[in-house]
Structure formats: C-alpha cells, structure tokens
C-alpha cells in the first residue's frame, strides 16, 4: 500500500512558477514509477509527466519545456516544477504511483491540489 498526498498548489499569475510536491508514505517507494495529471473543469483527466523508477522521465507536449518532474526517493517524494505557467493549466493536479505487477498493476492515487493560473 500506498499513501500519496499533494501539496504546493495555490494562486499564481500567468509566467510564474509552482513547486508541486507528493509525499508518500508506504512500502518501497523507490520502485514505483510516478506520474503526475491533471484535470481541468469540463475536461478529462490527462498524464503531463512520469518519470519511471530508474528517473527517465517524459512530458507531454504542452508542459515539454515548462514542467519537470522528479523524484528523491530518500525523501519518497515527487515533484513538479512548473515554469512559466499559462492559464490553459489551471486544474486539479494528483500523483499517481504506479508498479506494473502482472497481471493486476497497482496504482494509487493523491487526493488532488489545485493550481489556478490567473491575473
């Protein structure tokens, strides 16, 4: 098991910068791969960043450039740094901690902290 809480969201005008952080507390975090999404009003739940459990890590293209995940795992903790922040990210953004166990993954979830890009 796995226990996954956010925090950093808040307030911020477009062009600034957040640090988002996930804590988690459990086993063996170190051999989860992480992920970081999010979900805007009216829209899907979308992946933007992982980074696997060996630190390669991948963006989708609309955070390629802005947002970059990473991990200390003396710490069990994810972050995202998020640059130059527009207001098409505003949304609810959750940590994922995924381990690909066959047949059945696991994968847990954060309870979400939101990031409001605005004048």
């Known amino acids: 098991q796995v226990q996954l809480v956010e925090s950093g969201g808040g307030l911020v005008q477009p062009g600034g910068s957040l640090r988002l952080s996930c804590a988690a507390s459990g086993s063996a975090f170190s051999i989860y791969h992480m992920g970081w999404h999010r979900q805007a009003p009216g829209k899907q739940r979308e992946l933007i960043a992982t980074?696997?459990?060996?630190?390669?890590?991948a963006y989708v293209d609309s955070v390629k450039g802005r947002f970059t995940i990473s991990r200390d795992n003396a710490k069990n903790t994810v972050y995202l740094q998020m640059n130059r922040l527009e207001a098409e990210d505003t949304a609810v953004y959750f940590c994922n901690a995924h381990y690909p166990k066959w047949p059945n993954p696991d994968d847990y979830w954060g309870q979400g902290t939101q990031v409001t890009v605005s004048s």
């Open positions: 980074i696997t459990a060996g630190g390669n890590t």
